[in-house]
């Protein structure tokens, strides 16, 4: 069923079908929400916030965008007042730590998958919250610019080198990870 | 896109691919349905049931002068005698006045549960 079915429900009373639209984006949601505030306690009470948000605003959602466009804004938005507001000193990668580049046929066909896994986020959590989210929603959801652009508010070209420069540092992290042999 | 580019977009989809996390809570539906009850519908019936307590008071305050008005009277009232009109009109308003009562009753009492 489409969401603006399960929408309706809601905004005729059915709570049931809030569970529903909640199952379905909660783990799309939190993957951004952690790519920005890197502490999964933290990102629990900001995905919790966004969808109290969501169904206290849902009368306002009119269908131009996707409804997941919609939730992931309000998501991403409530991630970065919390971050703003605690101004926590998260460790973040800086890129004059690193000079080499990993050779990406290396990394995917030698790292054993699990590991794989674990590494990659541990690598997102080093990226600044911009980059990580940038990689998340242009390749986890295979979002297009035009609708990260409605995500995260941010423009064509802020999102194009962001892009260019997260790739390029999540390579050089990896790249560490891969030399130490951490894995 | 050029053969590097594309090399590096197949590389991201792949591990990207990888990233995605699970919410680590497996009440999360629940405590977020709980939390939408306490914080938002509550509040709400709250705000609604003090507007029905307004109107309620505002409404009984109306029948009583009406009675009164009723009762000073003389003339007949649609076709009906002025003491029979405020009976049927007293009678009408005490009904209404305790239905609303117990309505009112039974929806706090929900309330005070629902908290």
Not at chain 1, 87 to 105: A, G, N, P, R
Request: hydrophobic residues 45%; without cysteine.
């Amino acid at each position: 069923m489409d969401d603006s079915v399960y929408i309706k429900k809601i905004l005729n009373g059915d709570n049931d079908a809030f569970r529903f639209i909640i199952n379905k984006y909660k783990d799309m949601a939190y993957s951004f929400v952690m790519s920005i505030v890197k502490d999964e306690f933290i990102a629990q009470d900001v995905i919790q916030t966004t969808f109290i948000r969501a169904y206290t605003k849902l009368h306002t959602f009119k269908g131009n965008s996707k409804f997941s466009s919609w939730l992931y804004r309000i998501a991403v938005n409530e991630a970065f007042k919390v971050l703003n507001r605690r101004k926590k000193e998260f460790v973040f990668y800086e890129e004059s730590d690193l000079e080499t580049i990993i050779d990406i046929d290396d990394f995917t066909i030698k790292v054993n998958e699990e590991y794989q896994k674990h590494f990659i986020n541990e690598a997102l959590k080093k990226l600044k919250p911009k980059e990580s989210l940038i990689l998340r929603l242009f390749y986890l959801e295979e979002h297009n610019i035009k609708d990260i652009m409605e995500i995260t508010g941010w423009t064509n070209t802020s999102i194009k080198v962001l892009l260019h420069r997260a790739r390029l540092n999540m390579k050089k992290i990896l790249e560490v990870y891969y030399n130490n042999k951490t894995f | 896109m050029n053969e590097l580019n594309n090399k590096d977009h197949e590389f991201f989809k792949n591990i990207i691919s990888k990233s995605k996390l699970e919410v680590p809570f497996s009440d999360f539906e629940d405590v977020i349905m709980s939390k939408i009850n306490t914080q938002v519908l509550v509040p709400k019936t709250s705000r609604e049931l003090k507007f029905s307590l307004l109107f309620f008071v505002l409404g009984t305050i109306a029948g009583i002068l009406i009675s009164v008005a009723l009762a000073n009277i003389e003339d007949a009232f649609f076709g009906l005698s002025p003491k029979l009109a405020s009976v049927l009109f007293q009678v009408l308003f005490v009904t209404l006045v305790f239905t609303q009562t117990e309505t009112f009753i039974k929806l706090v009492k929900n309330l005070k549960l629902n908290k």
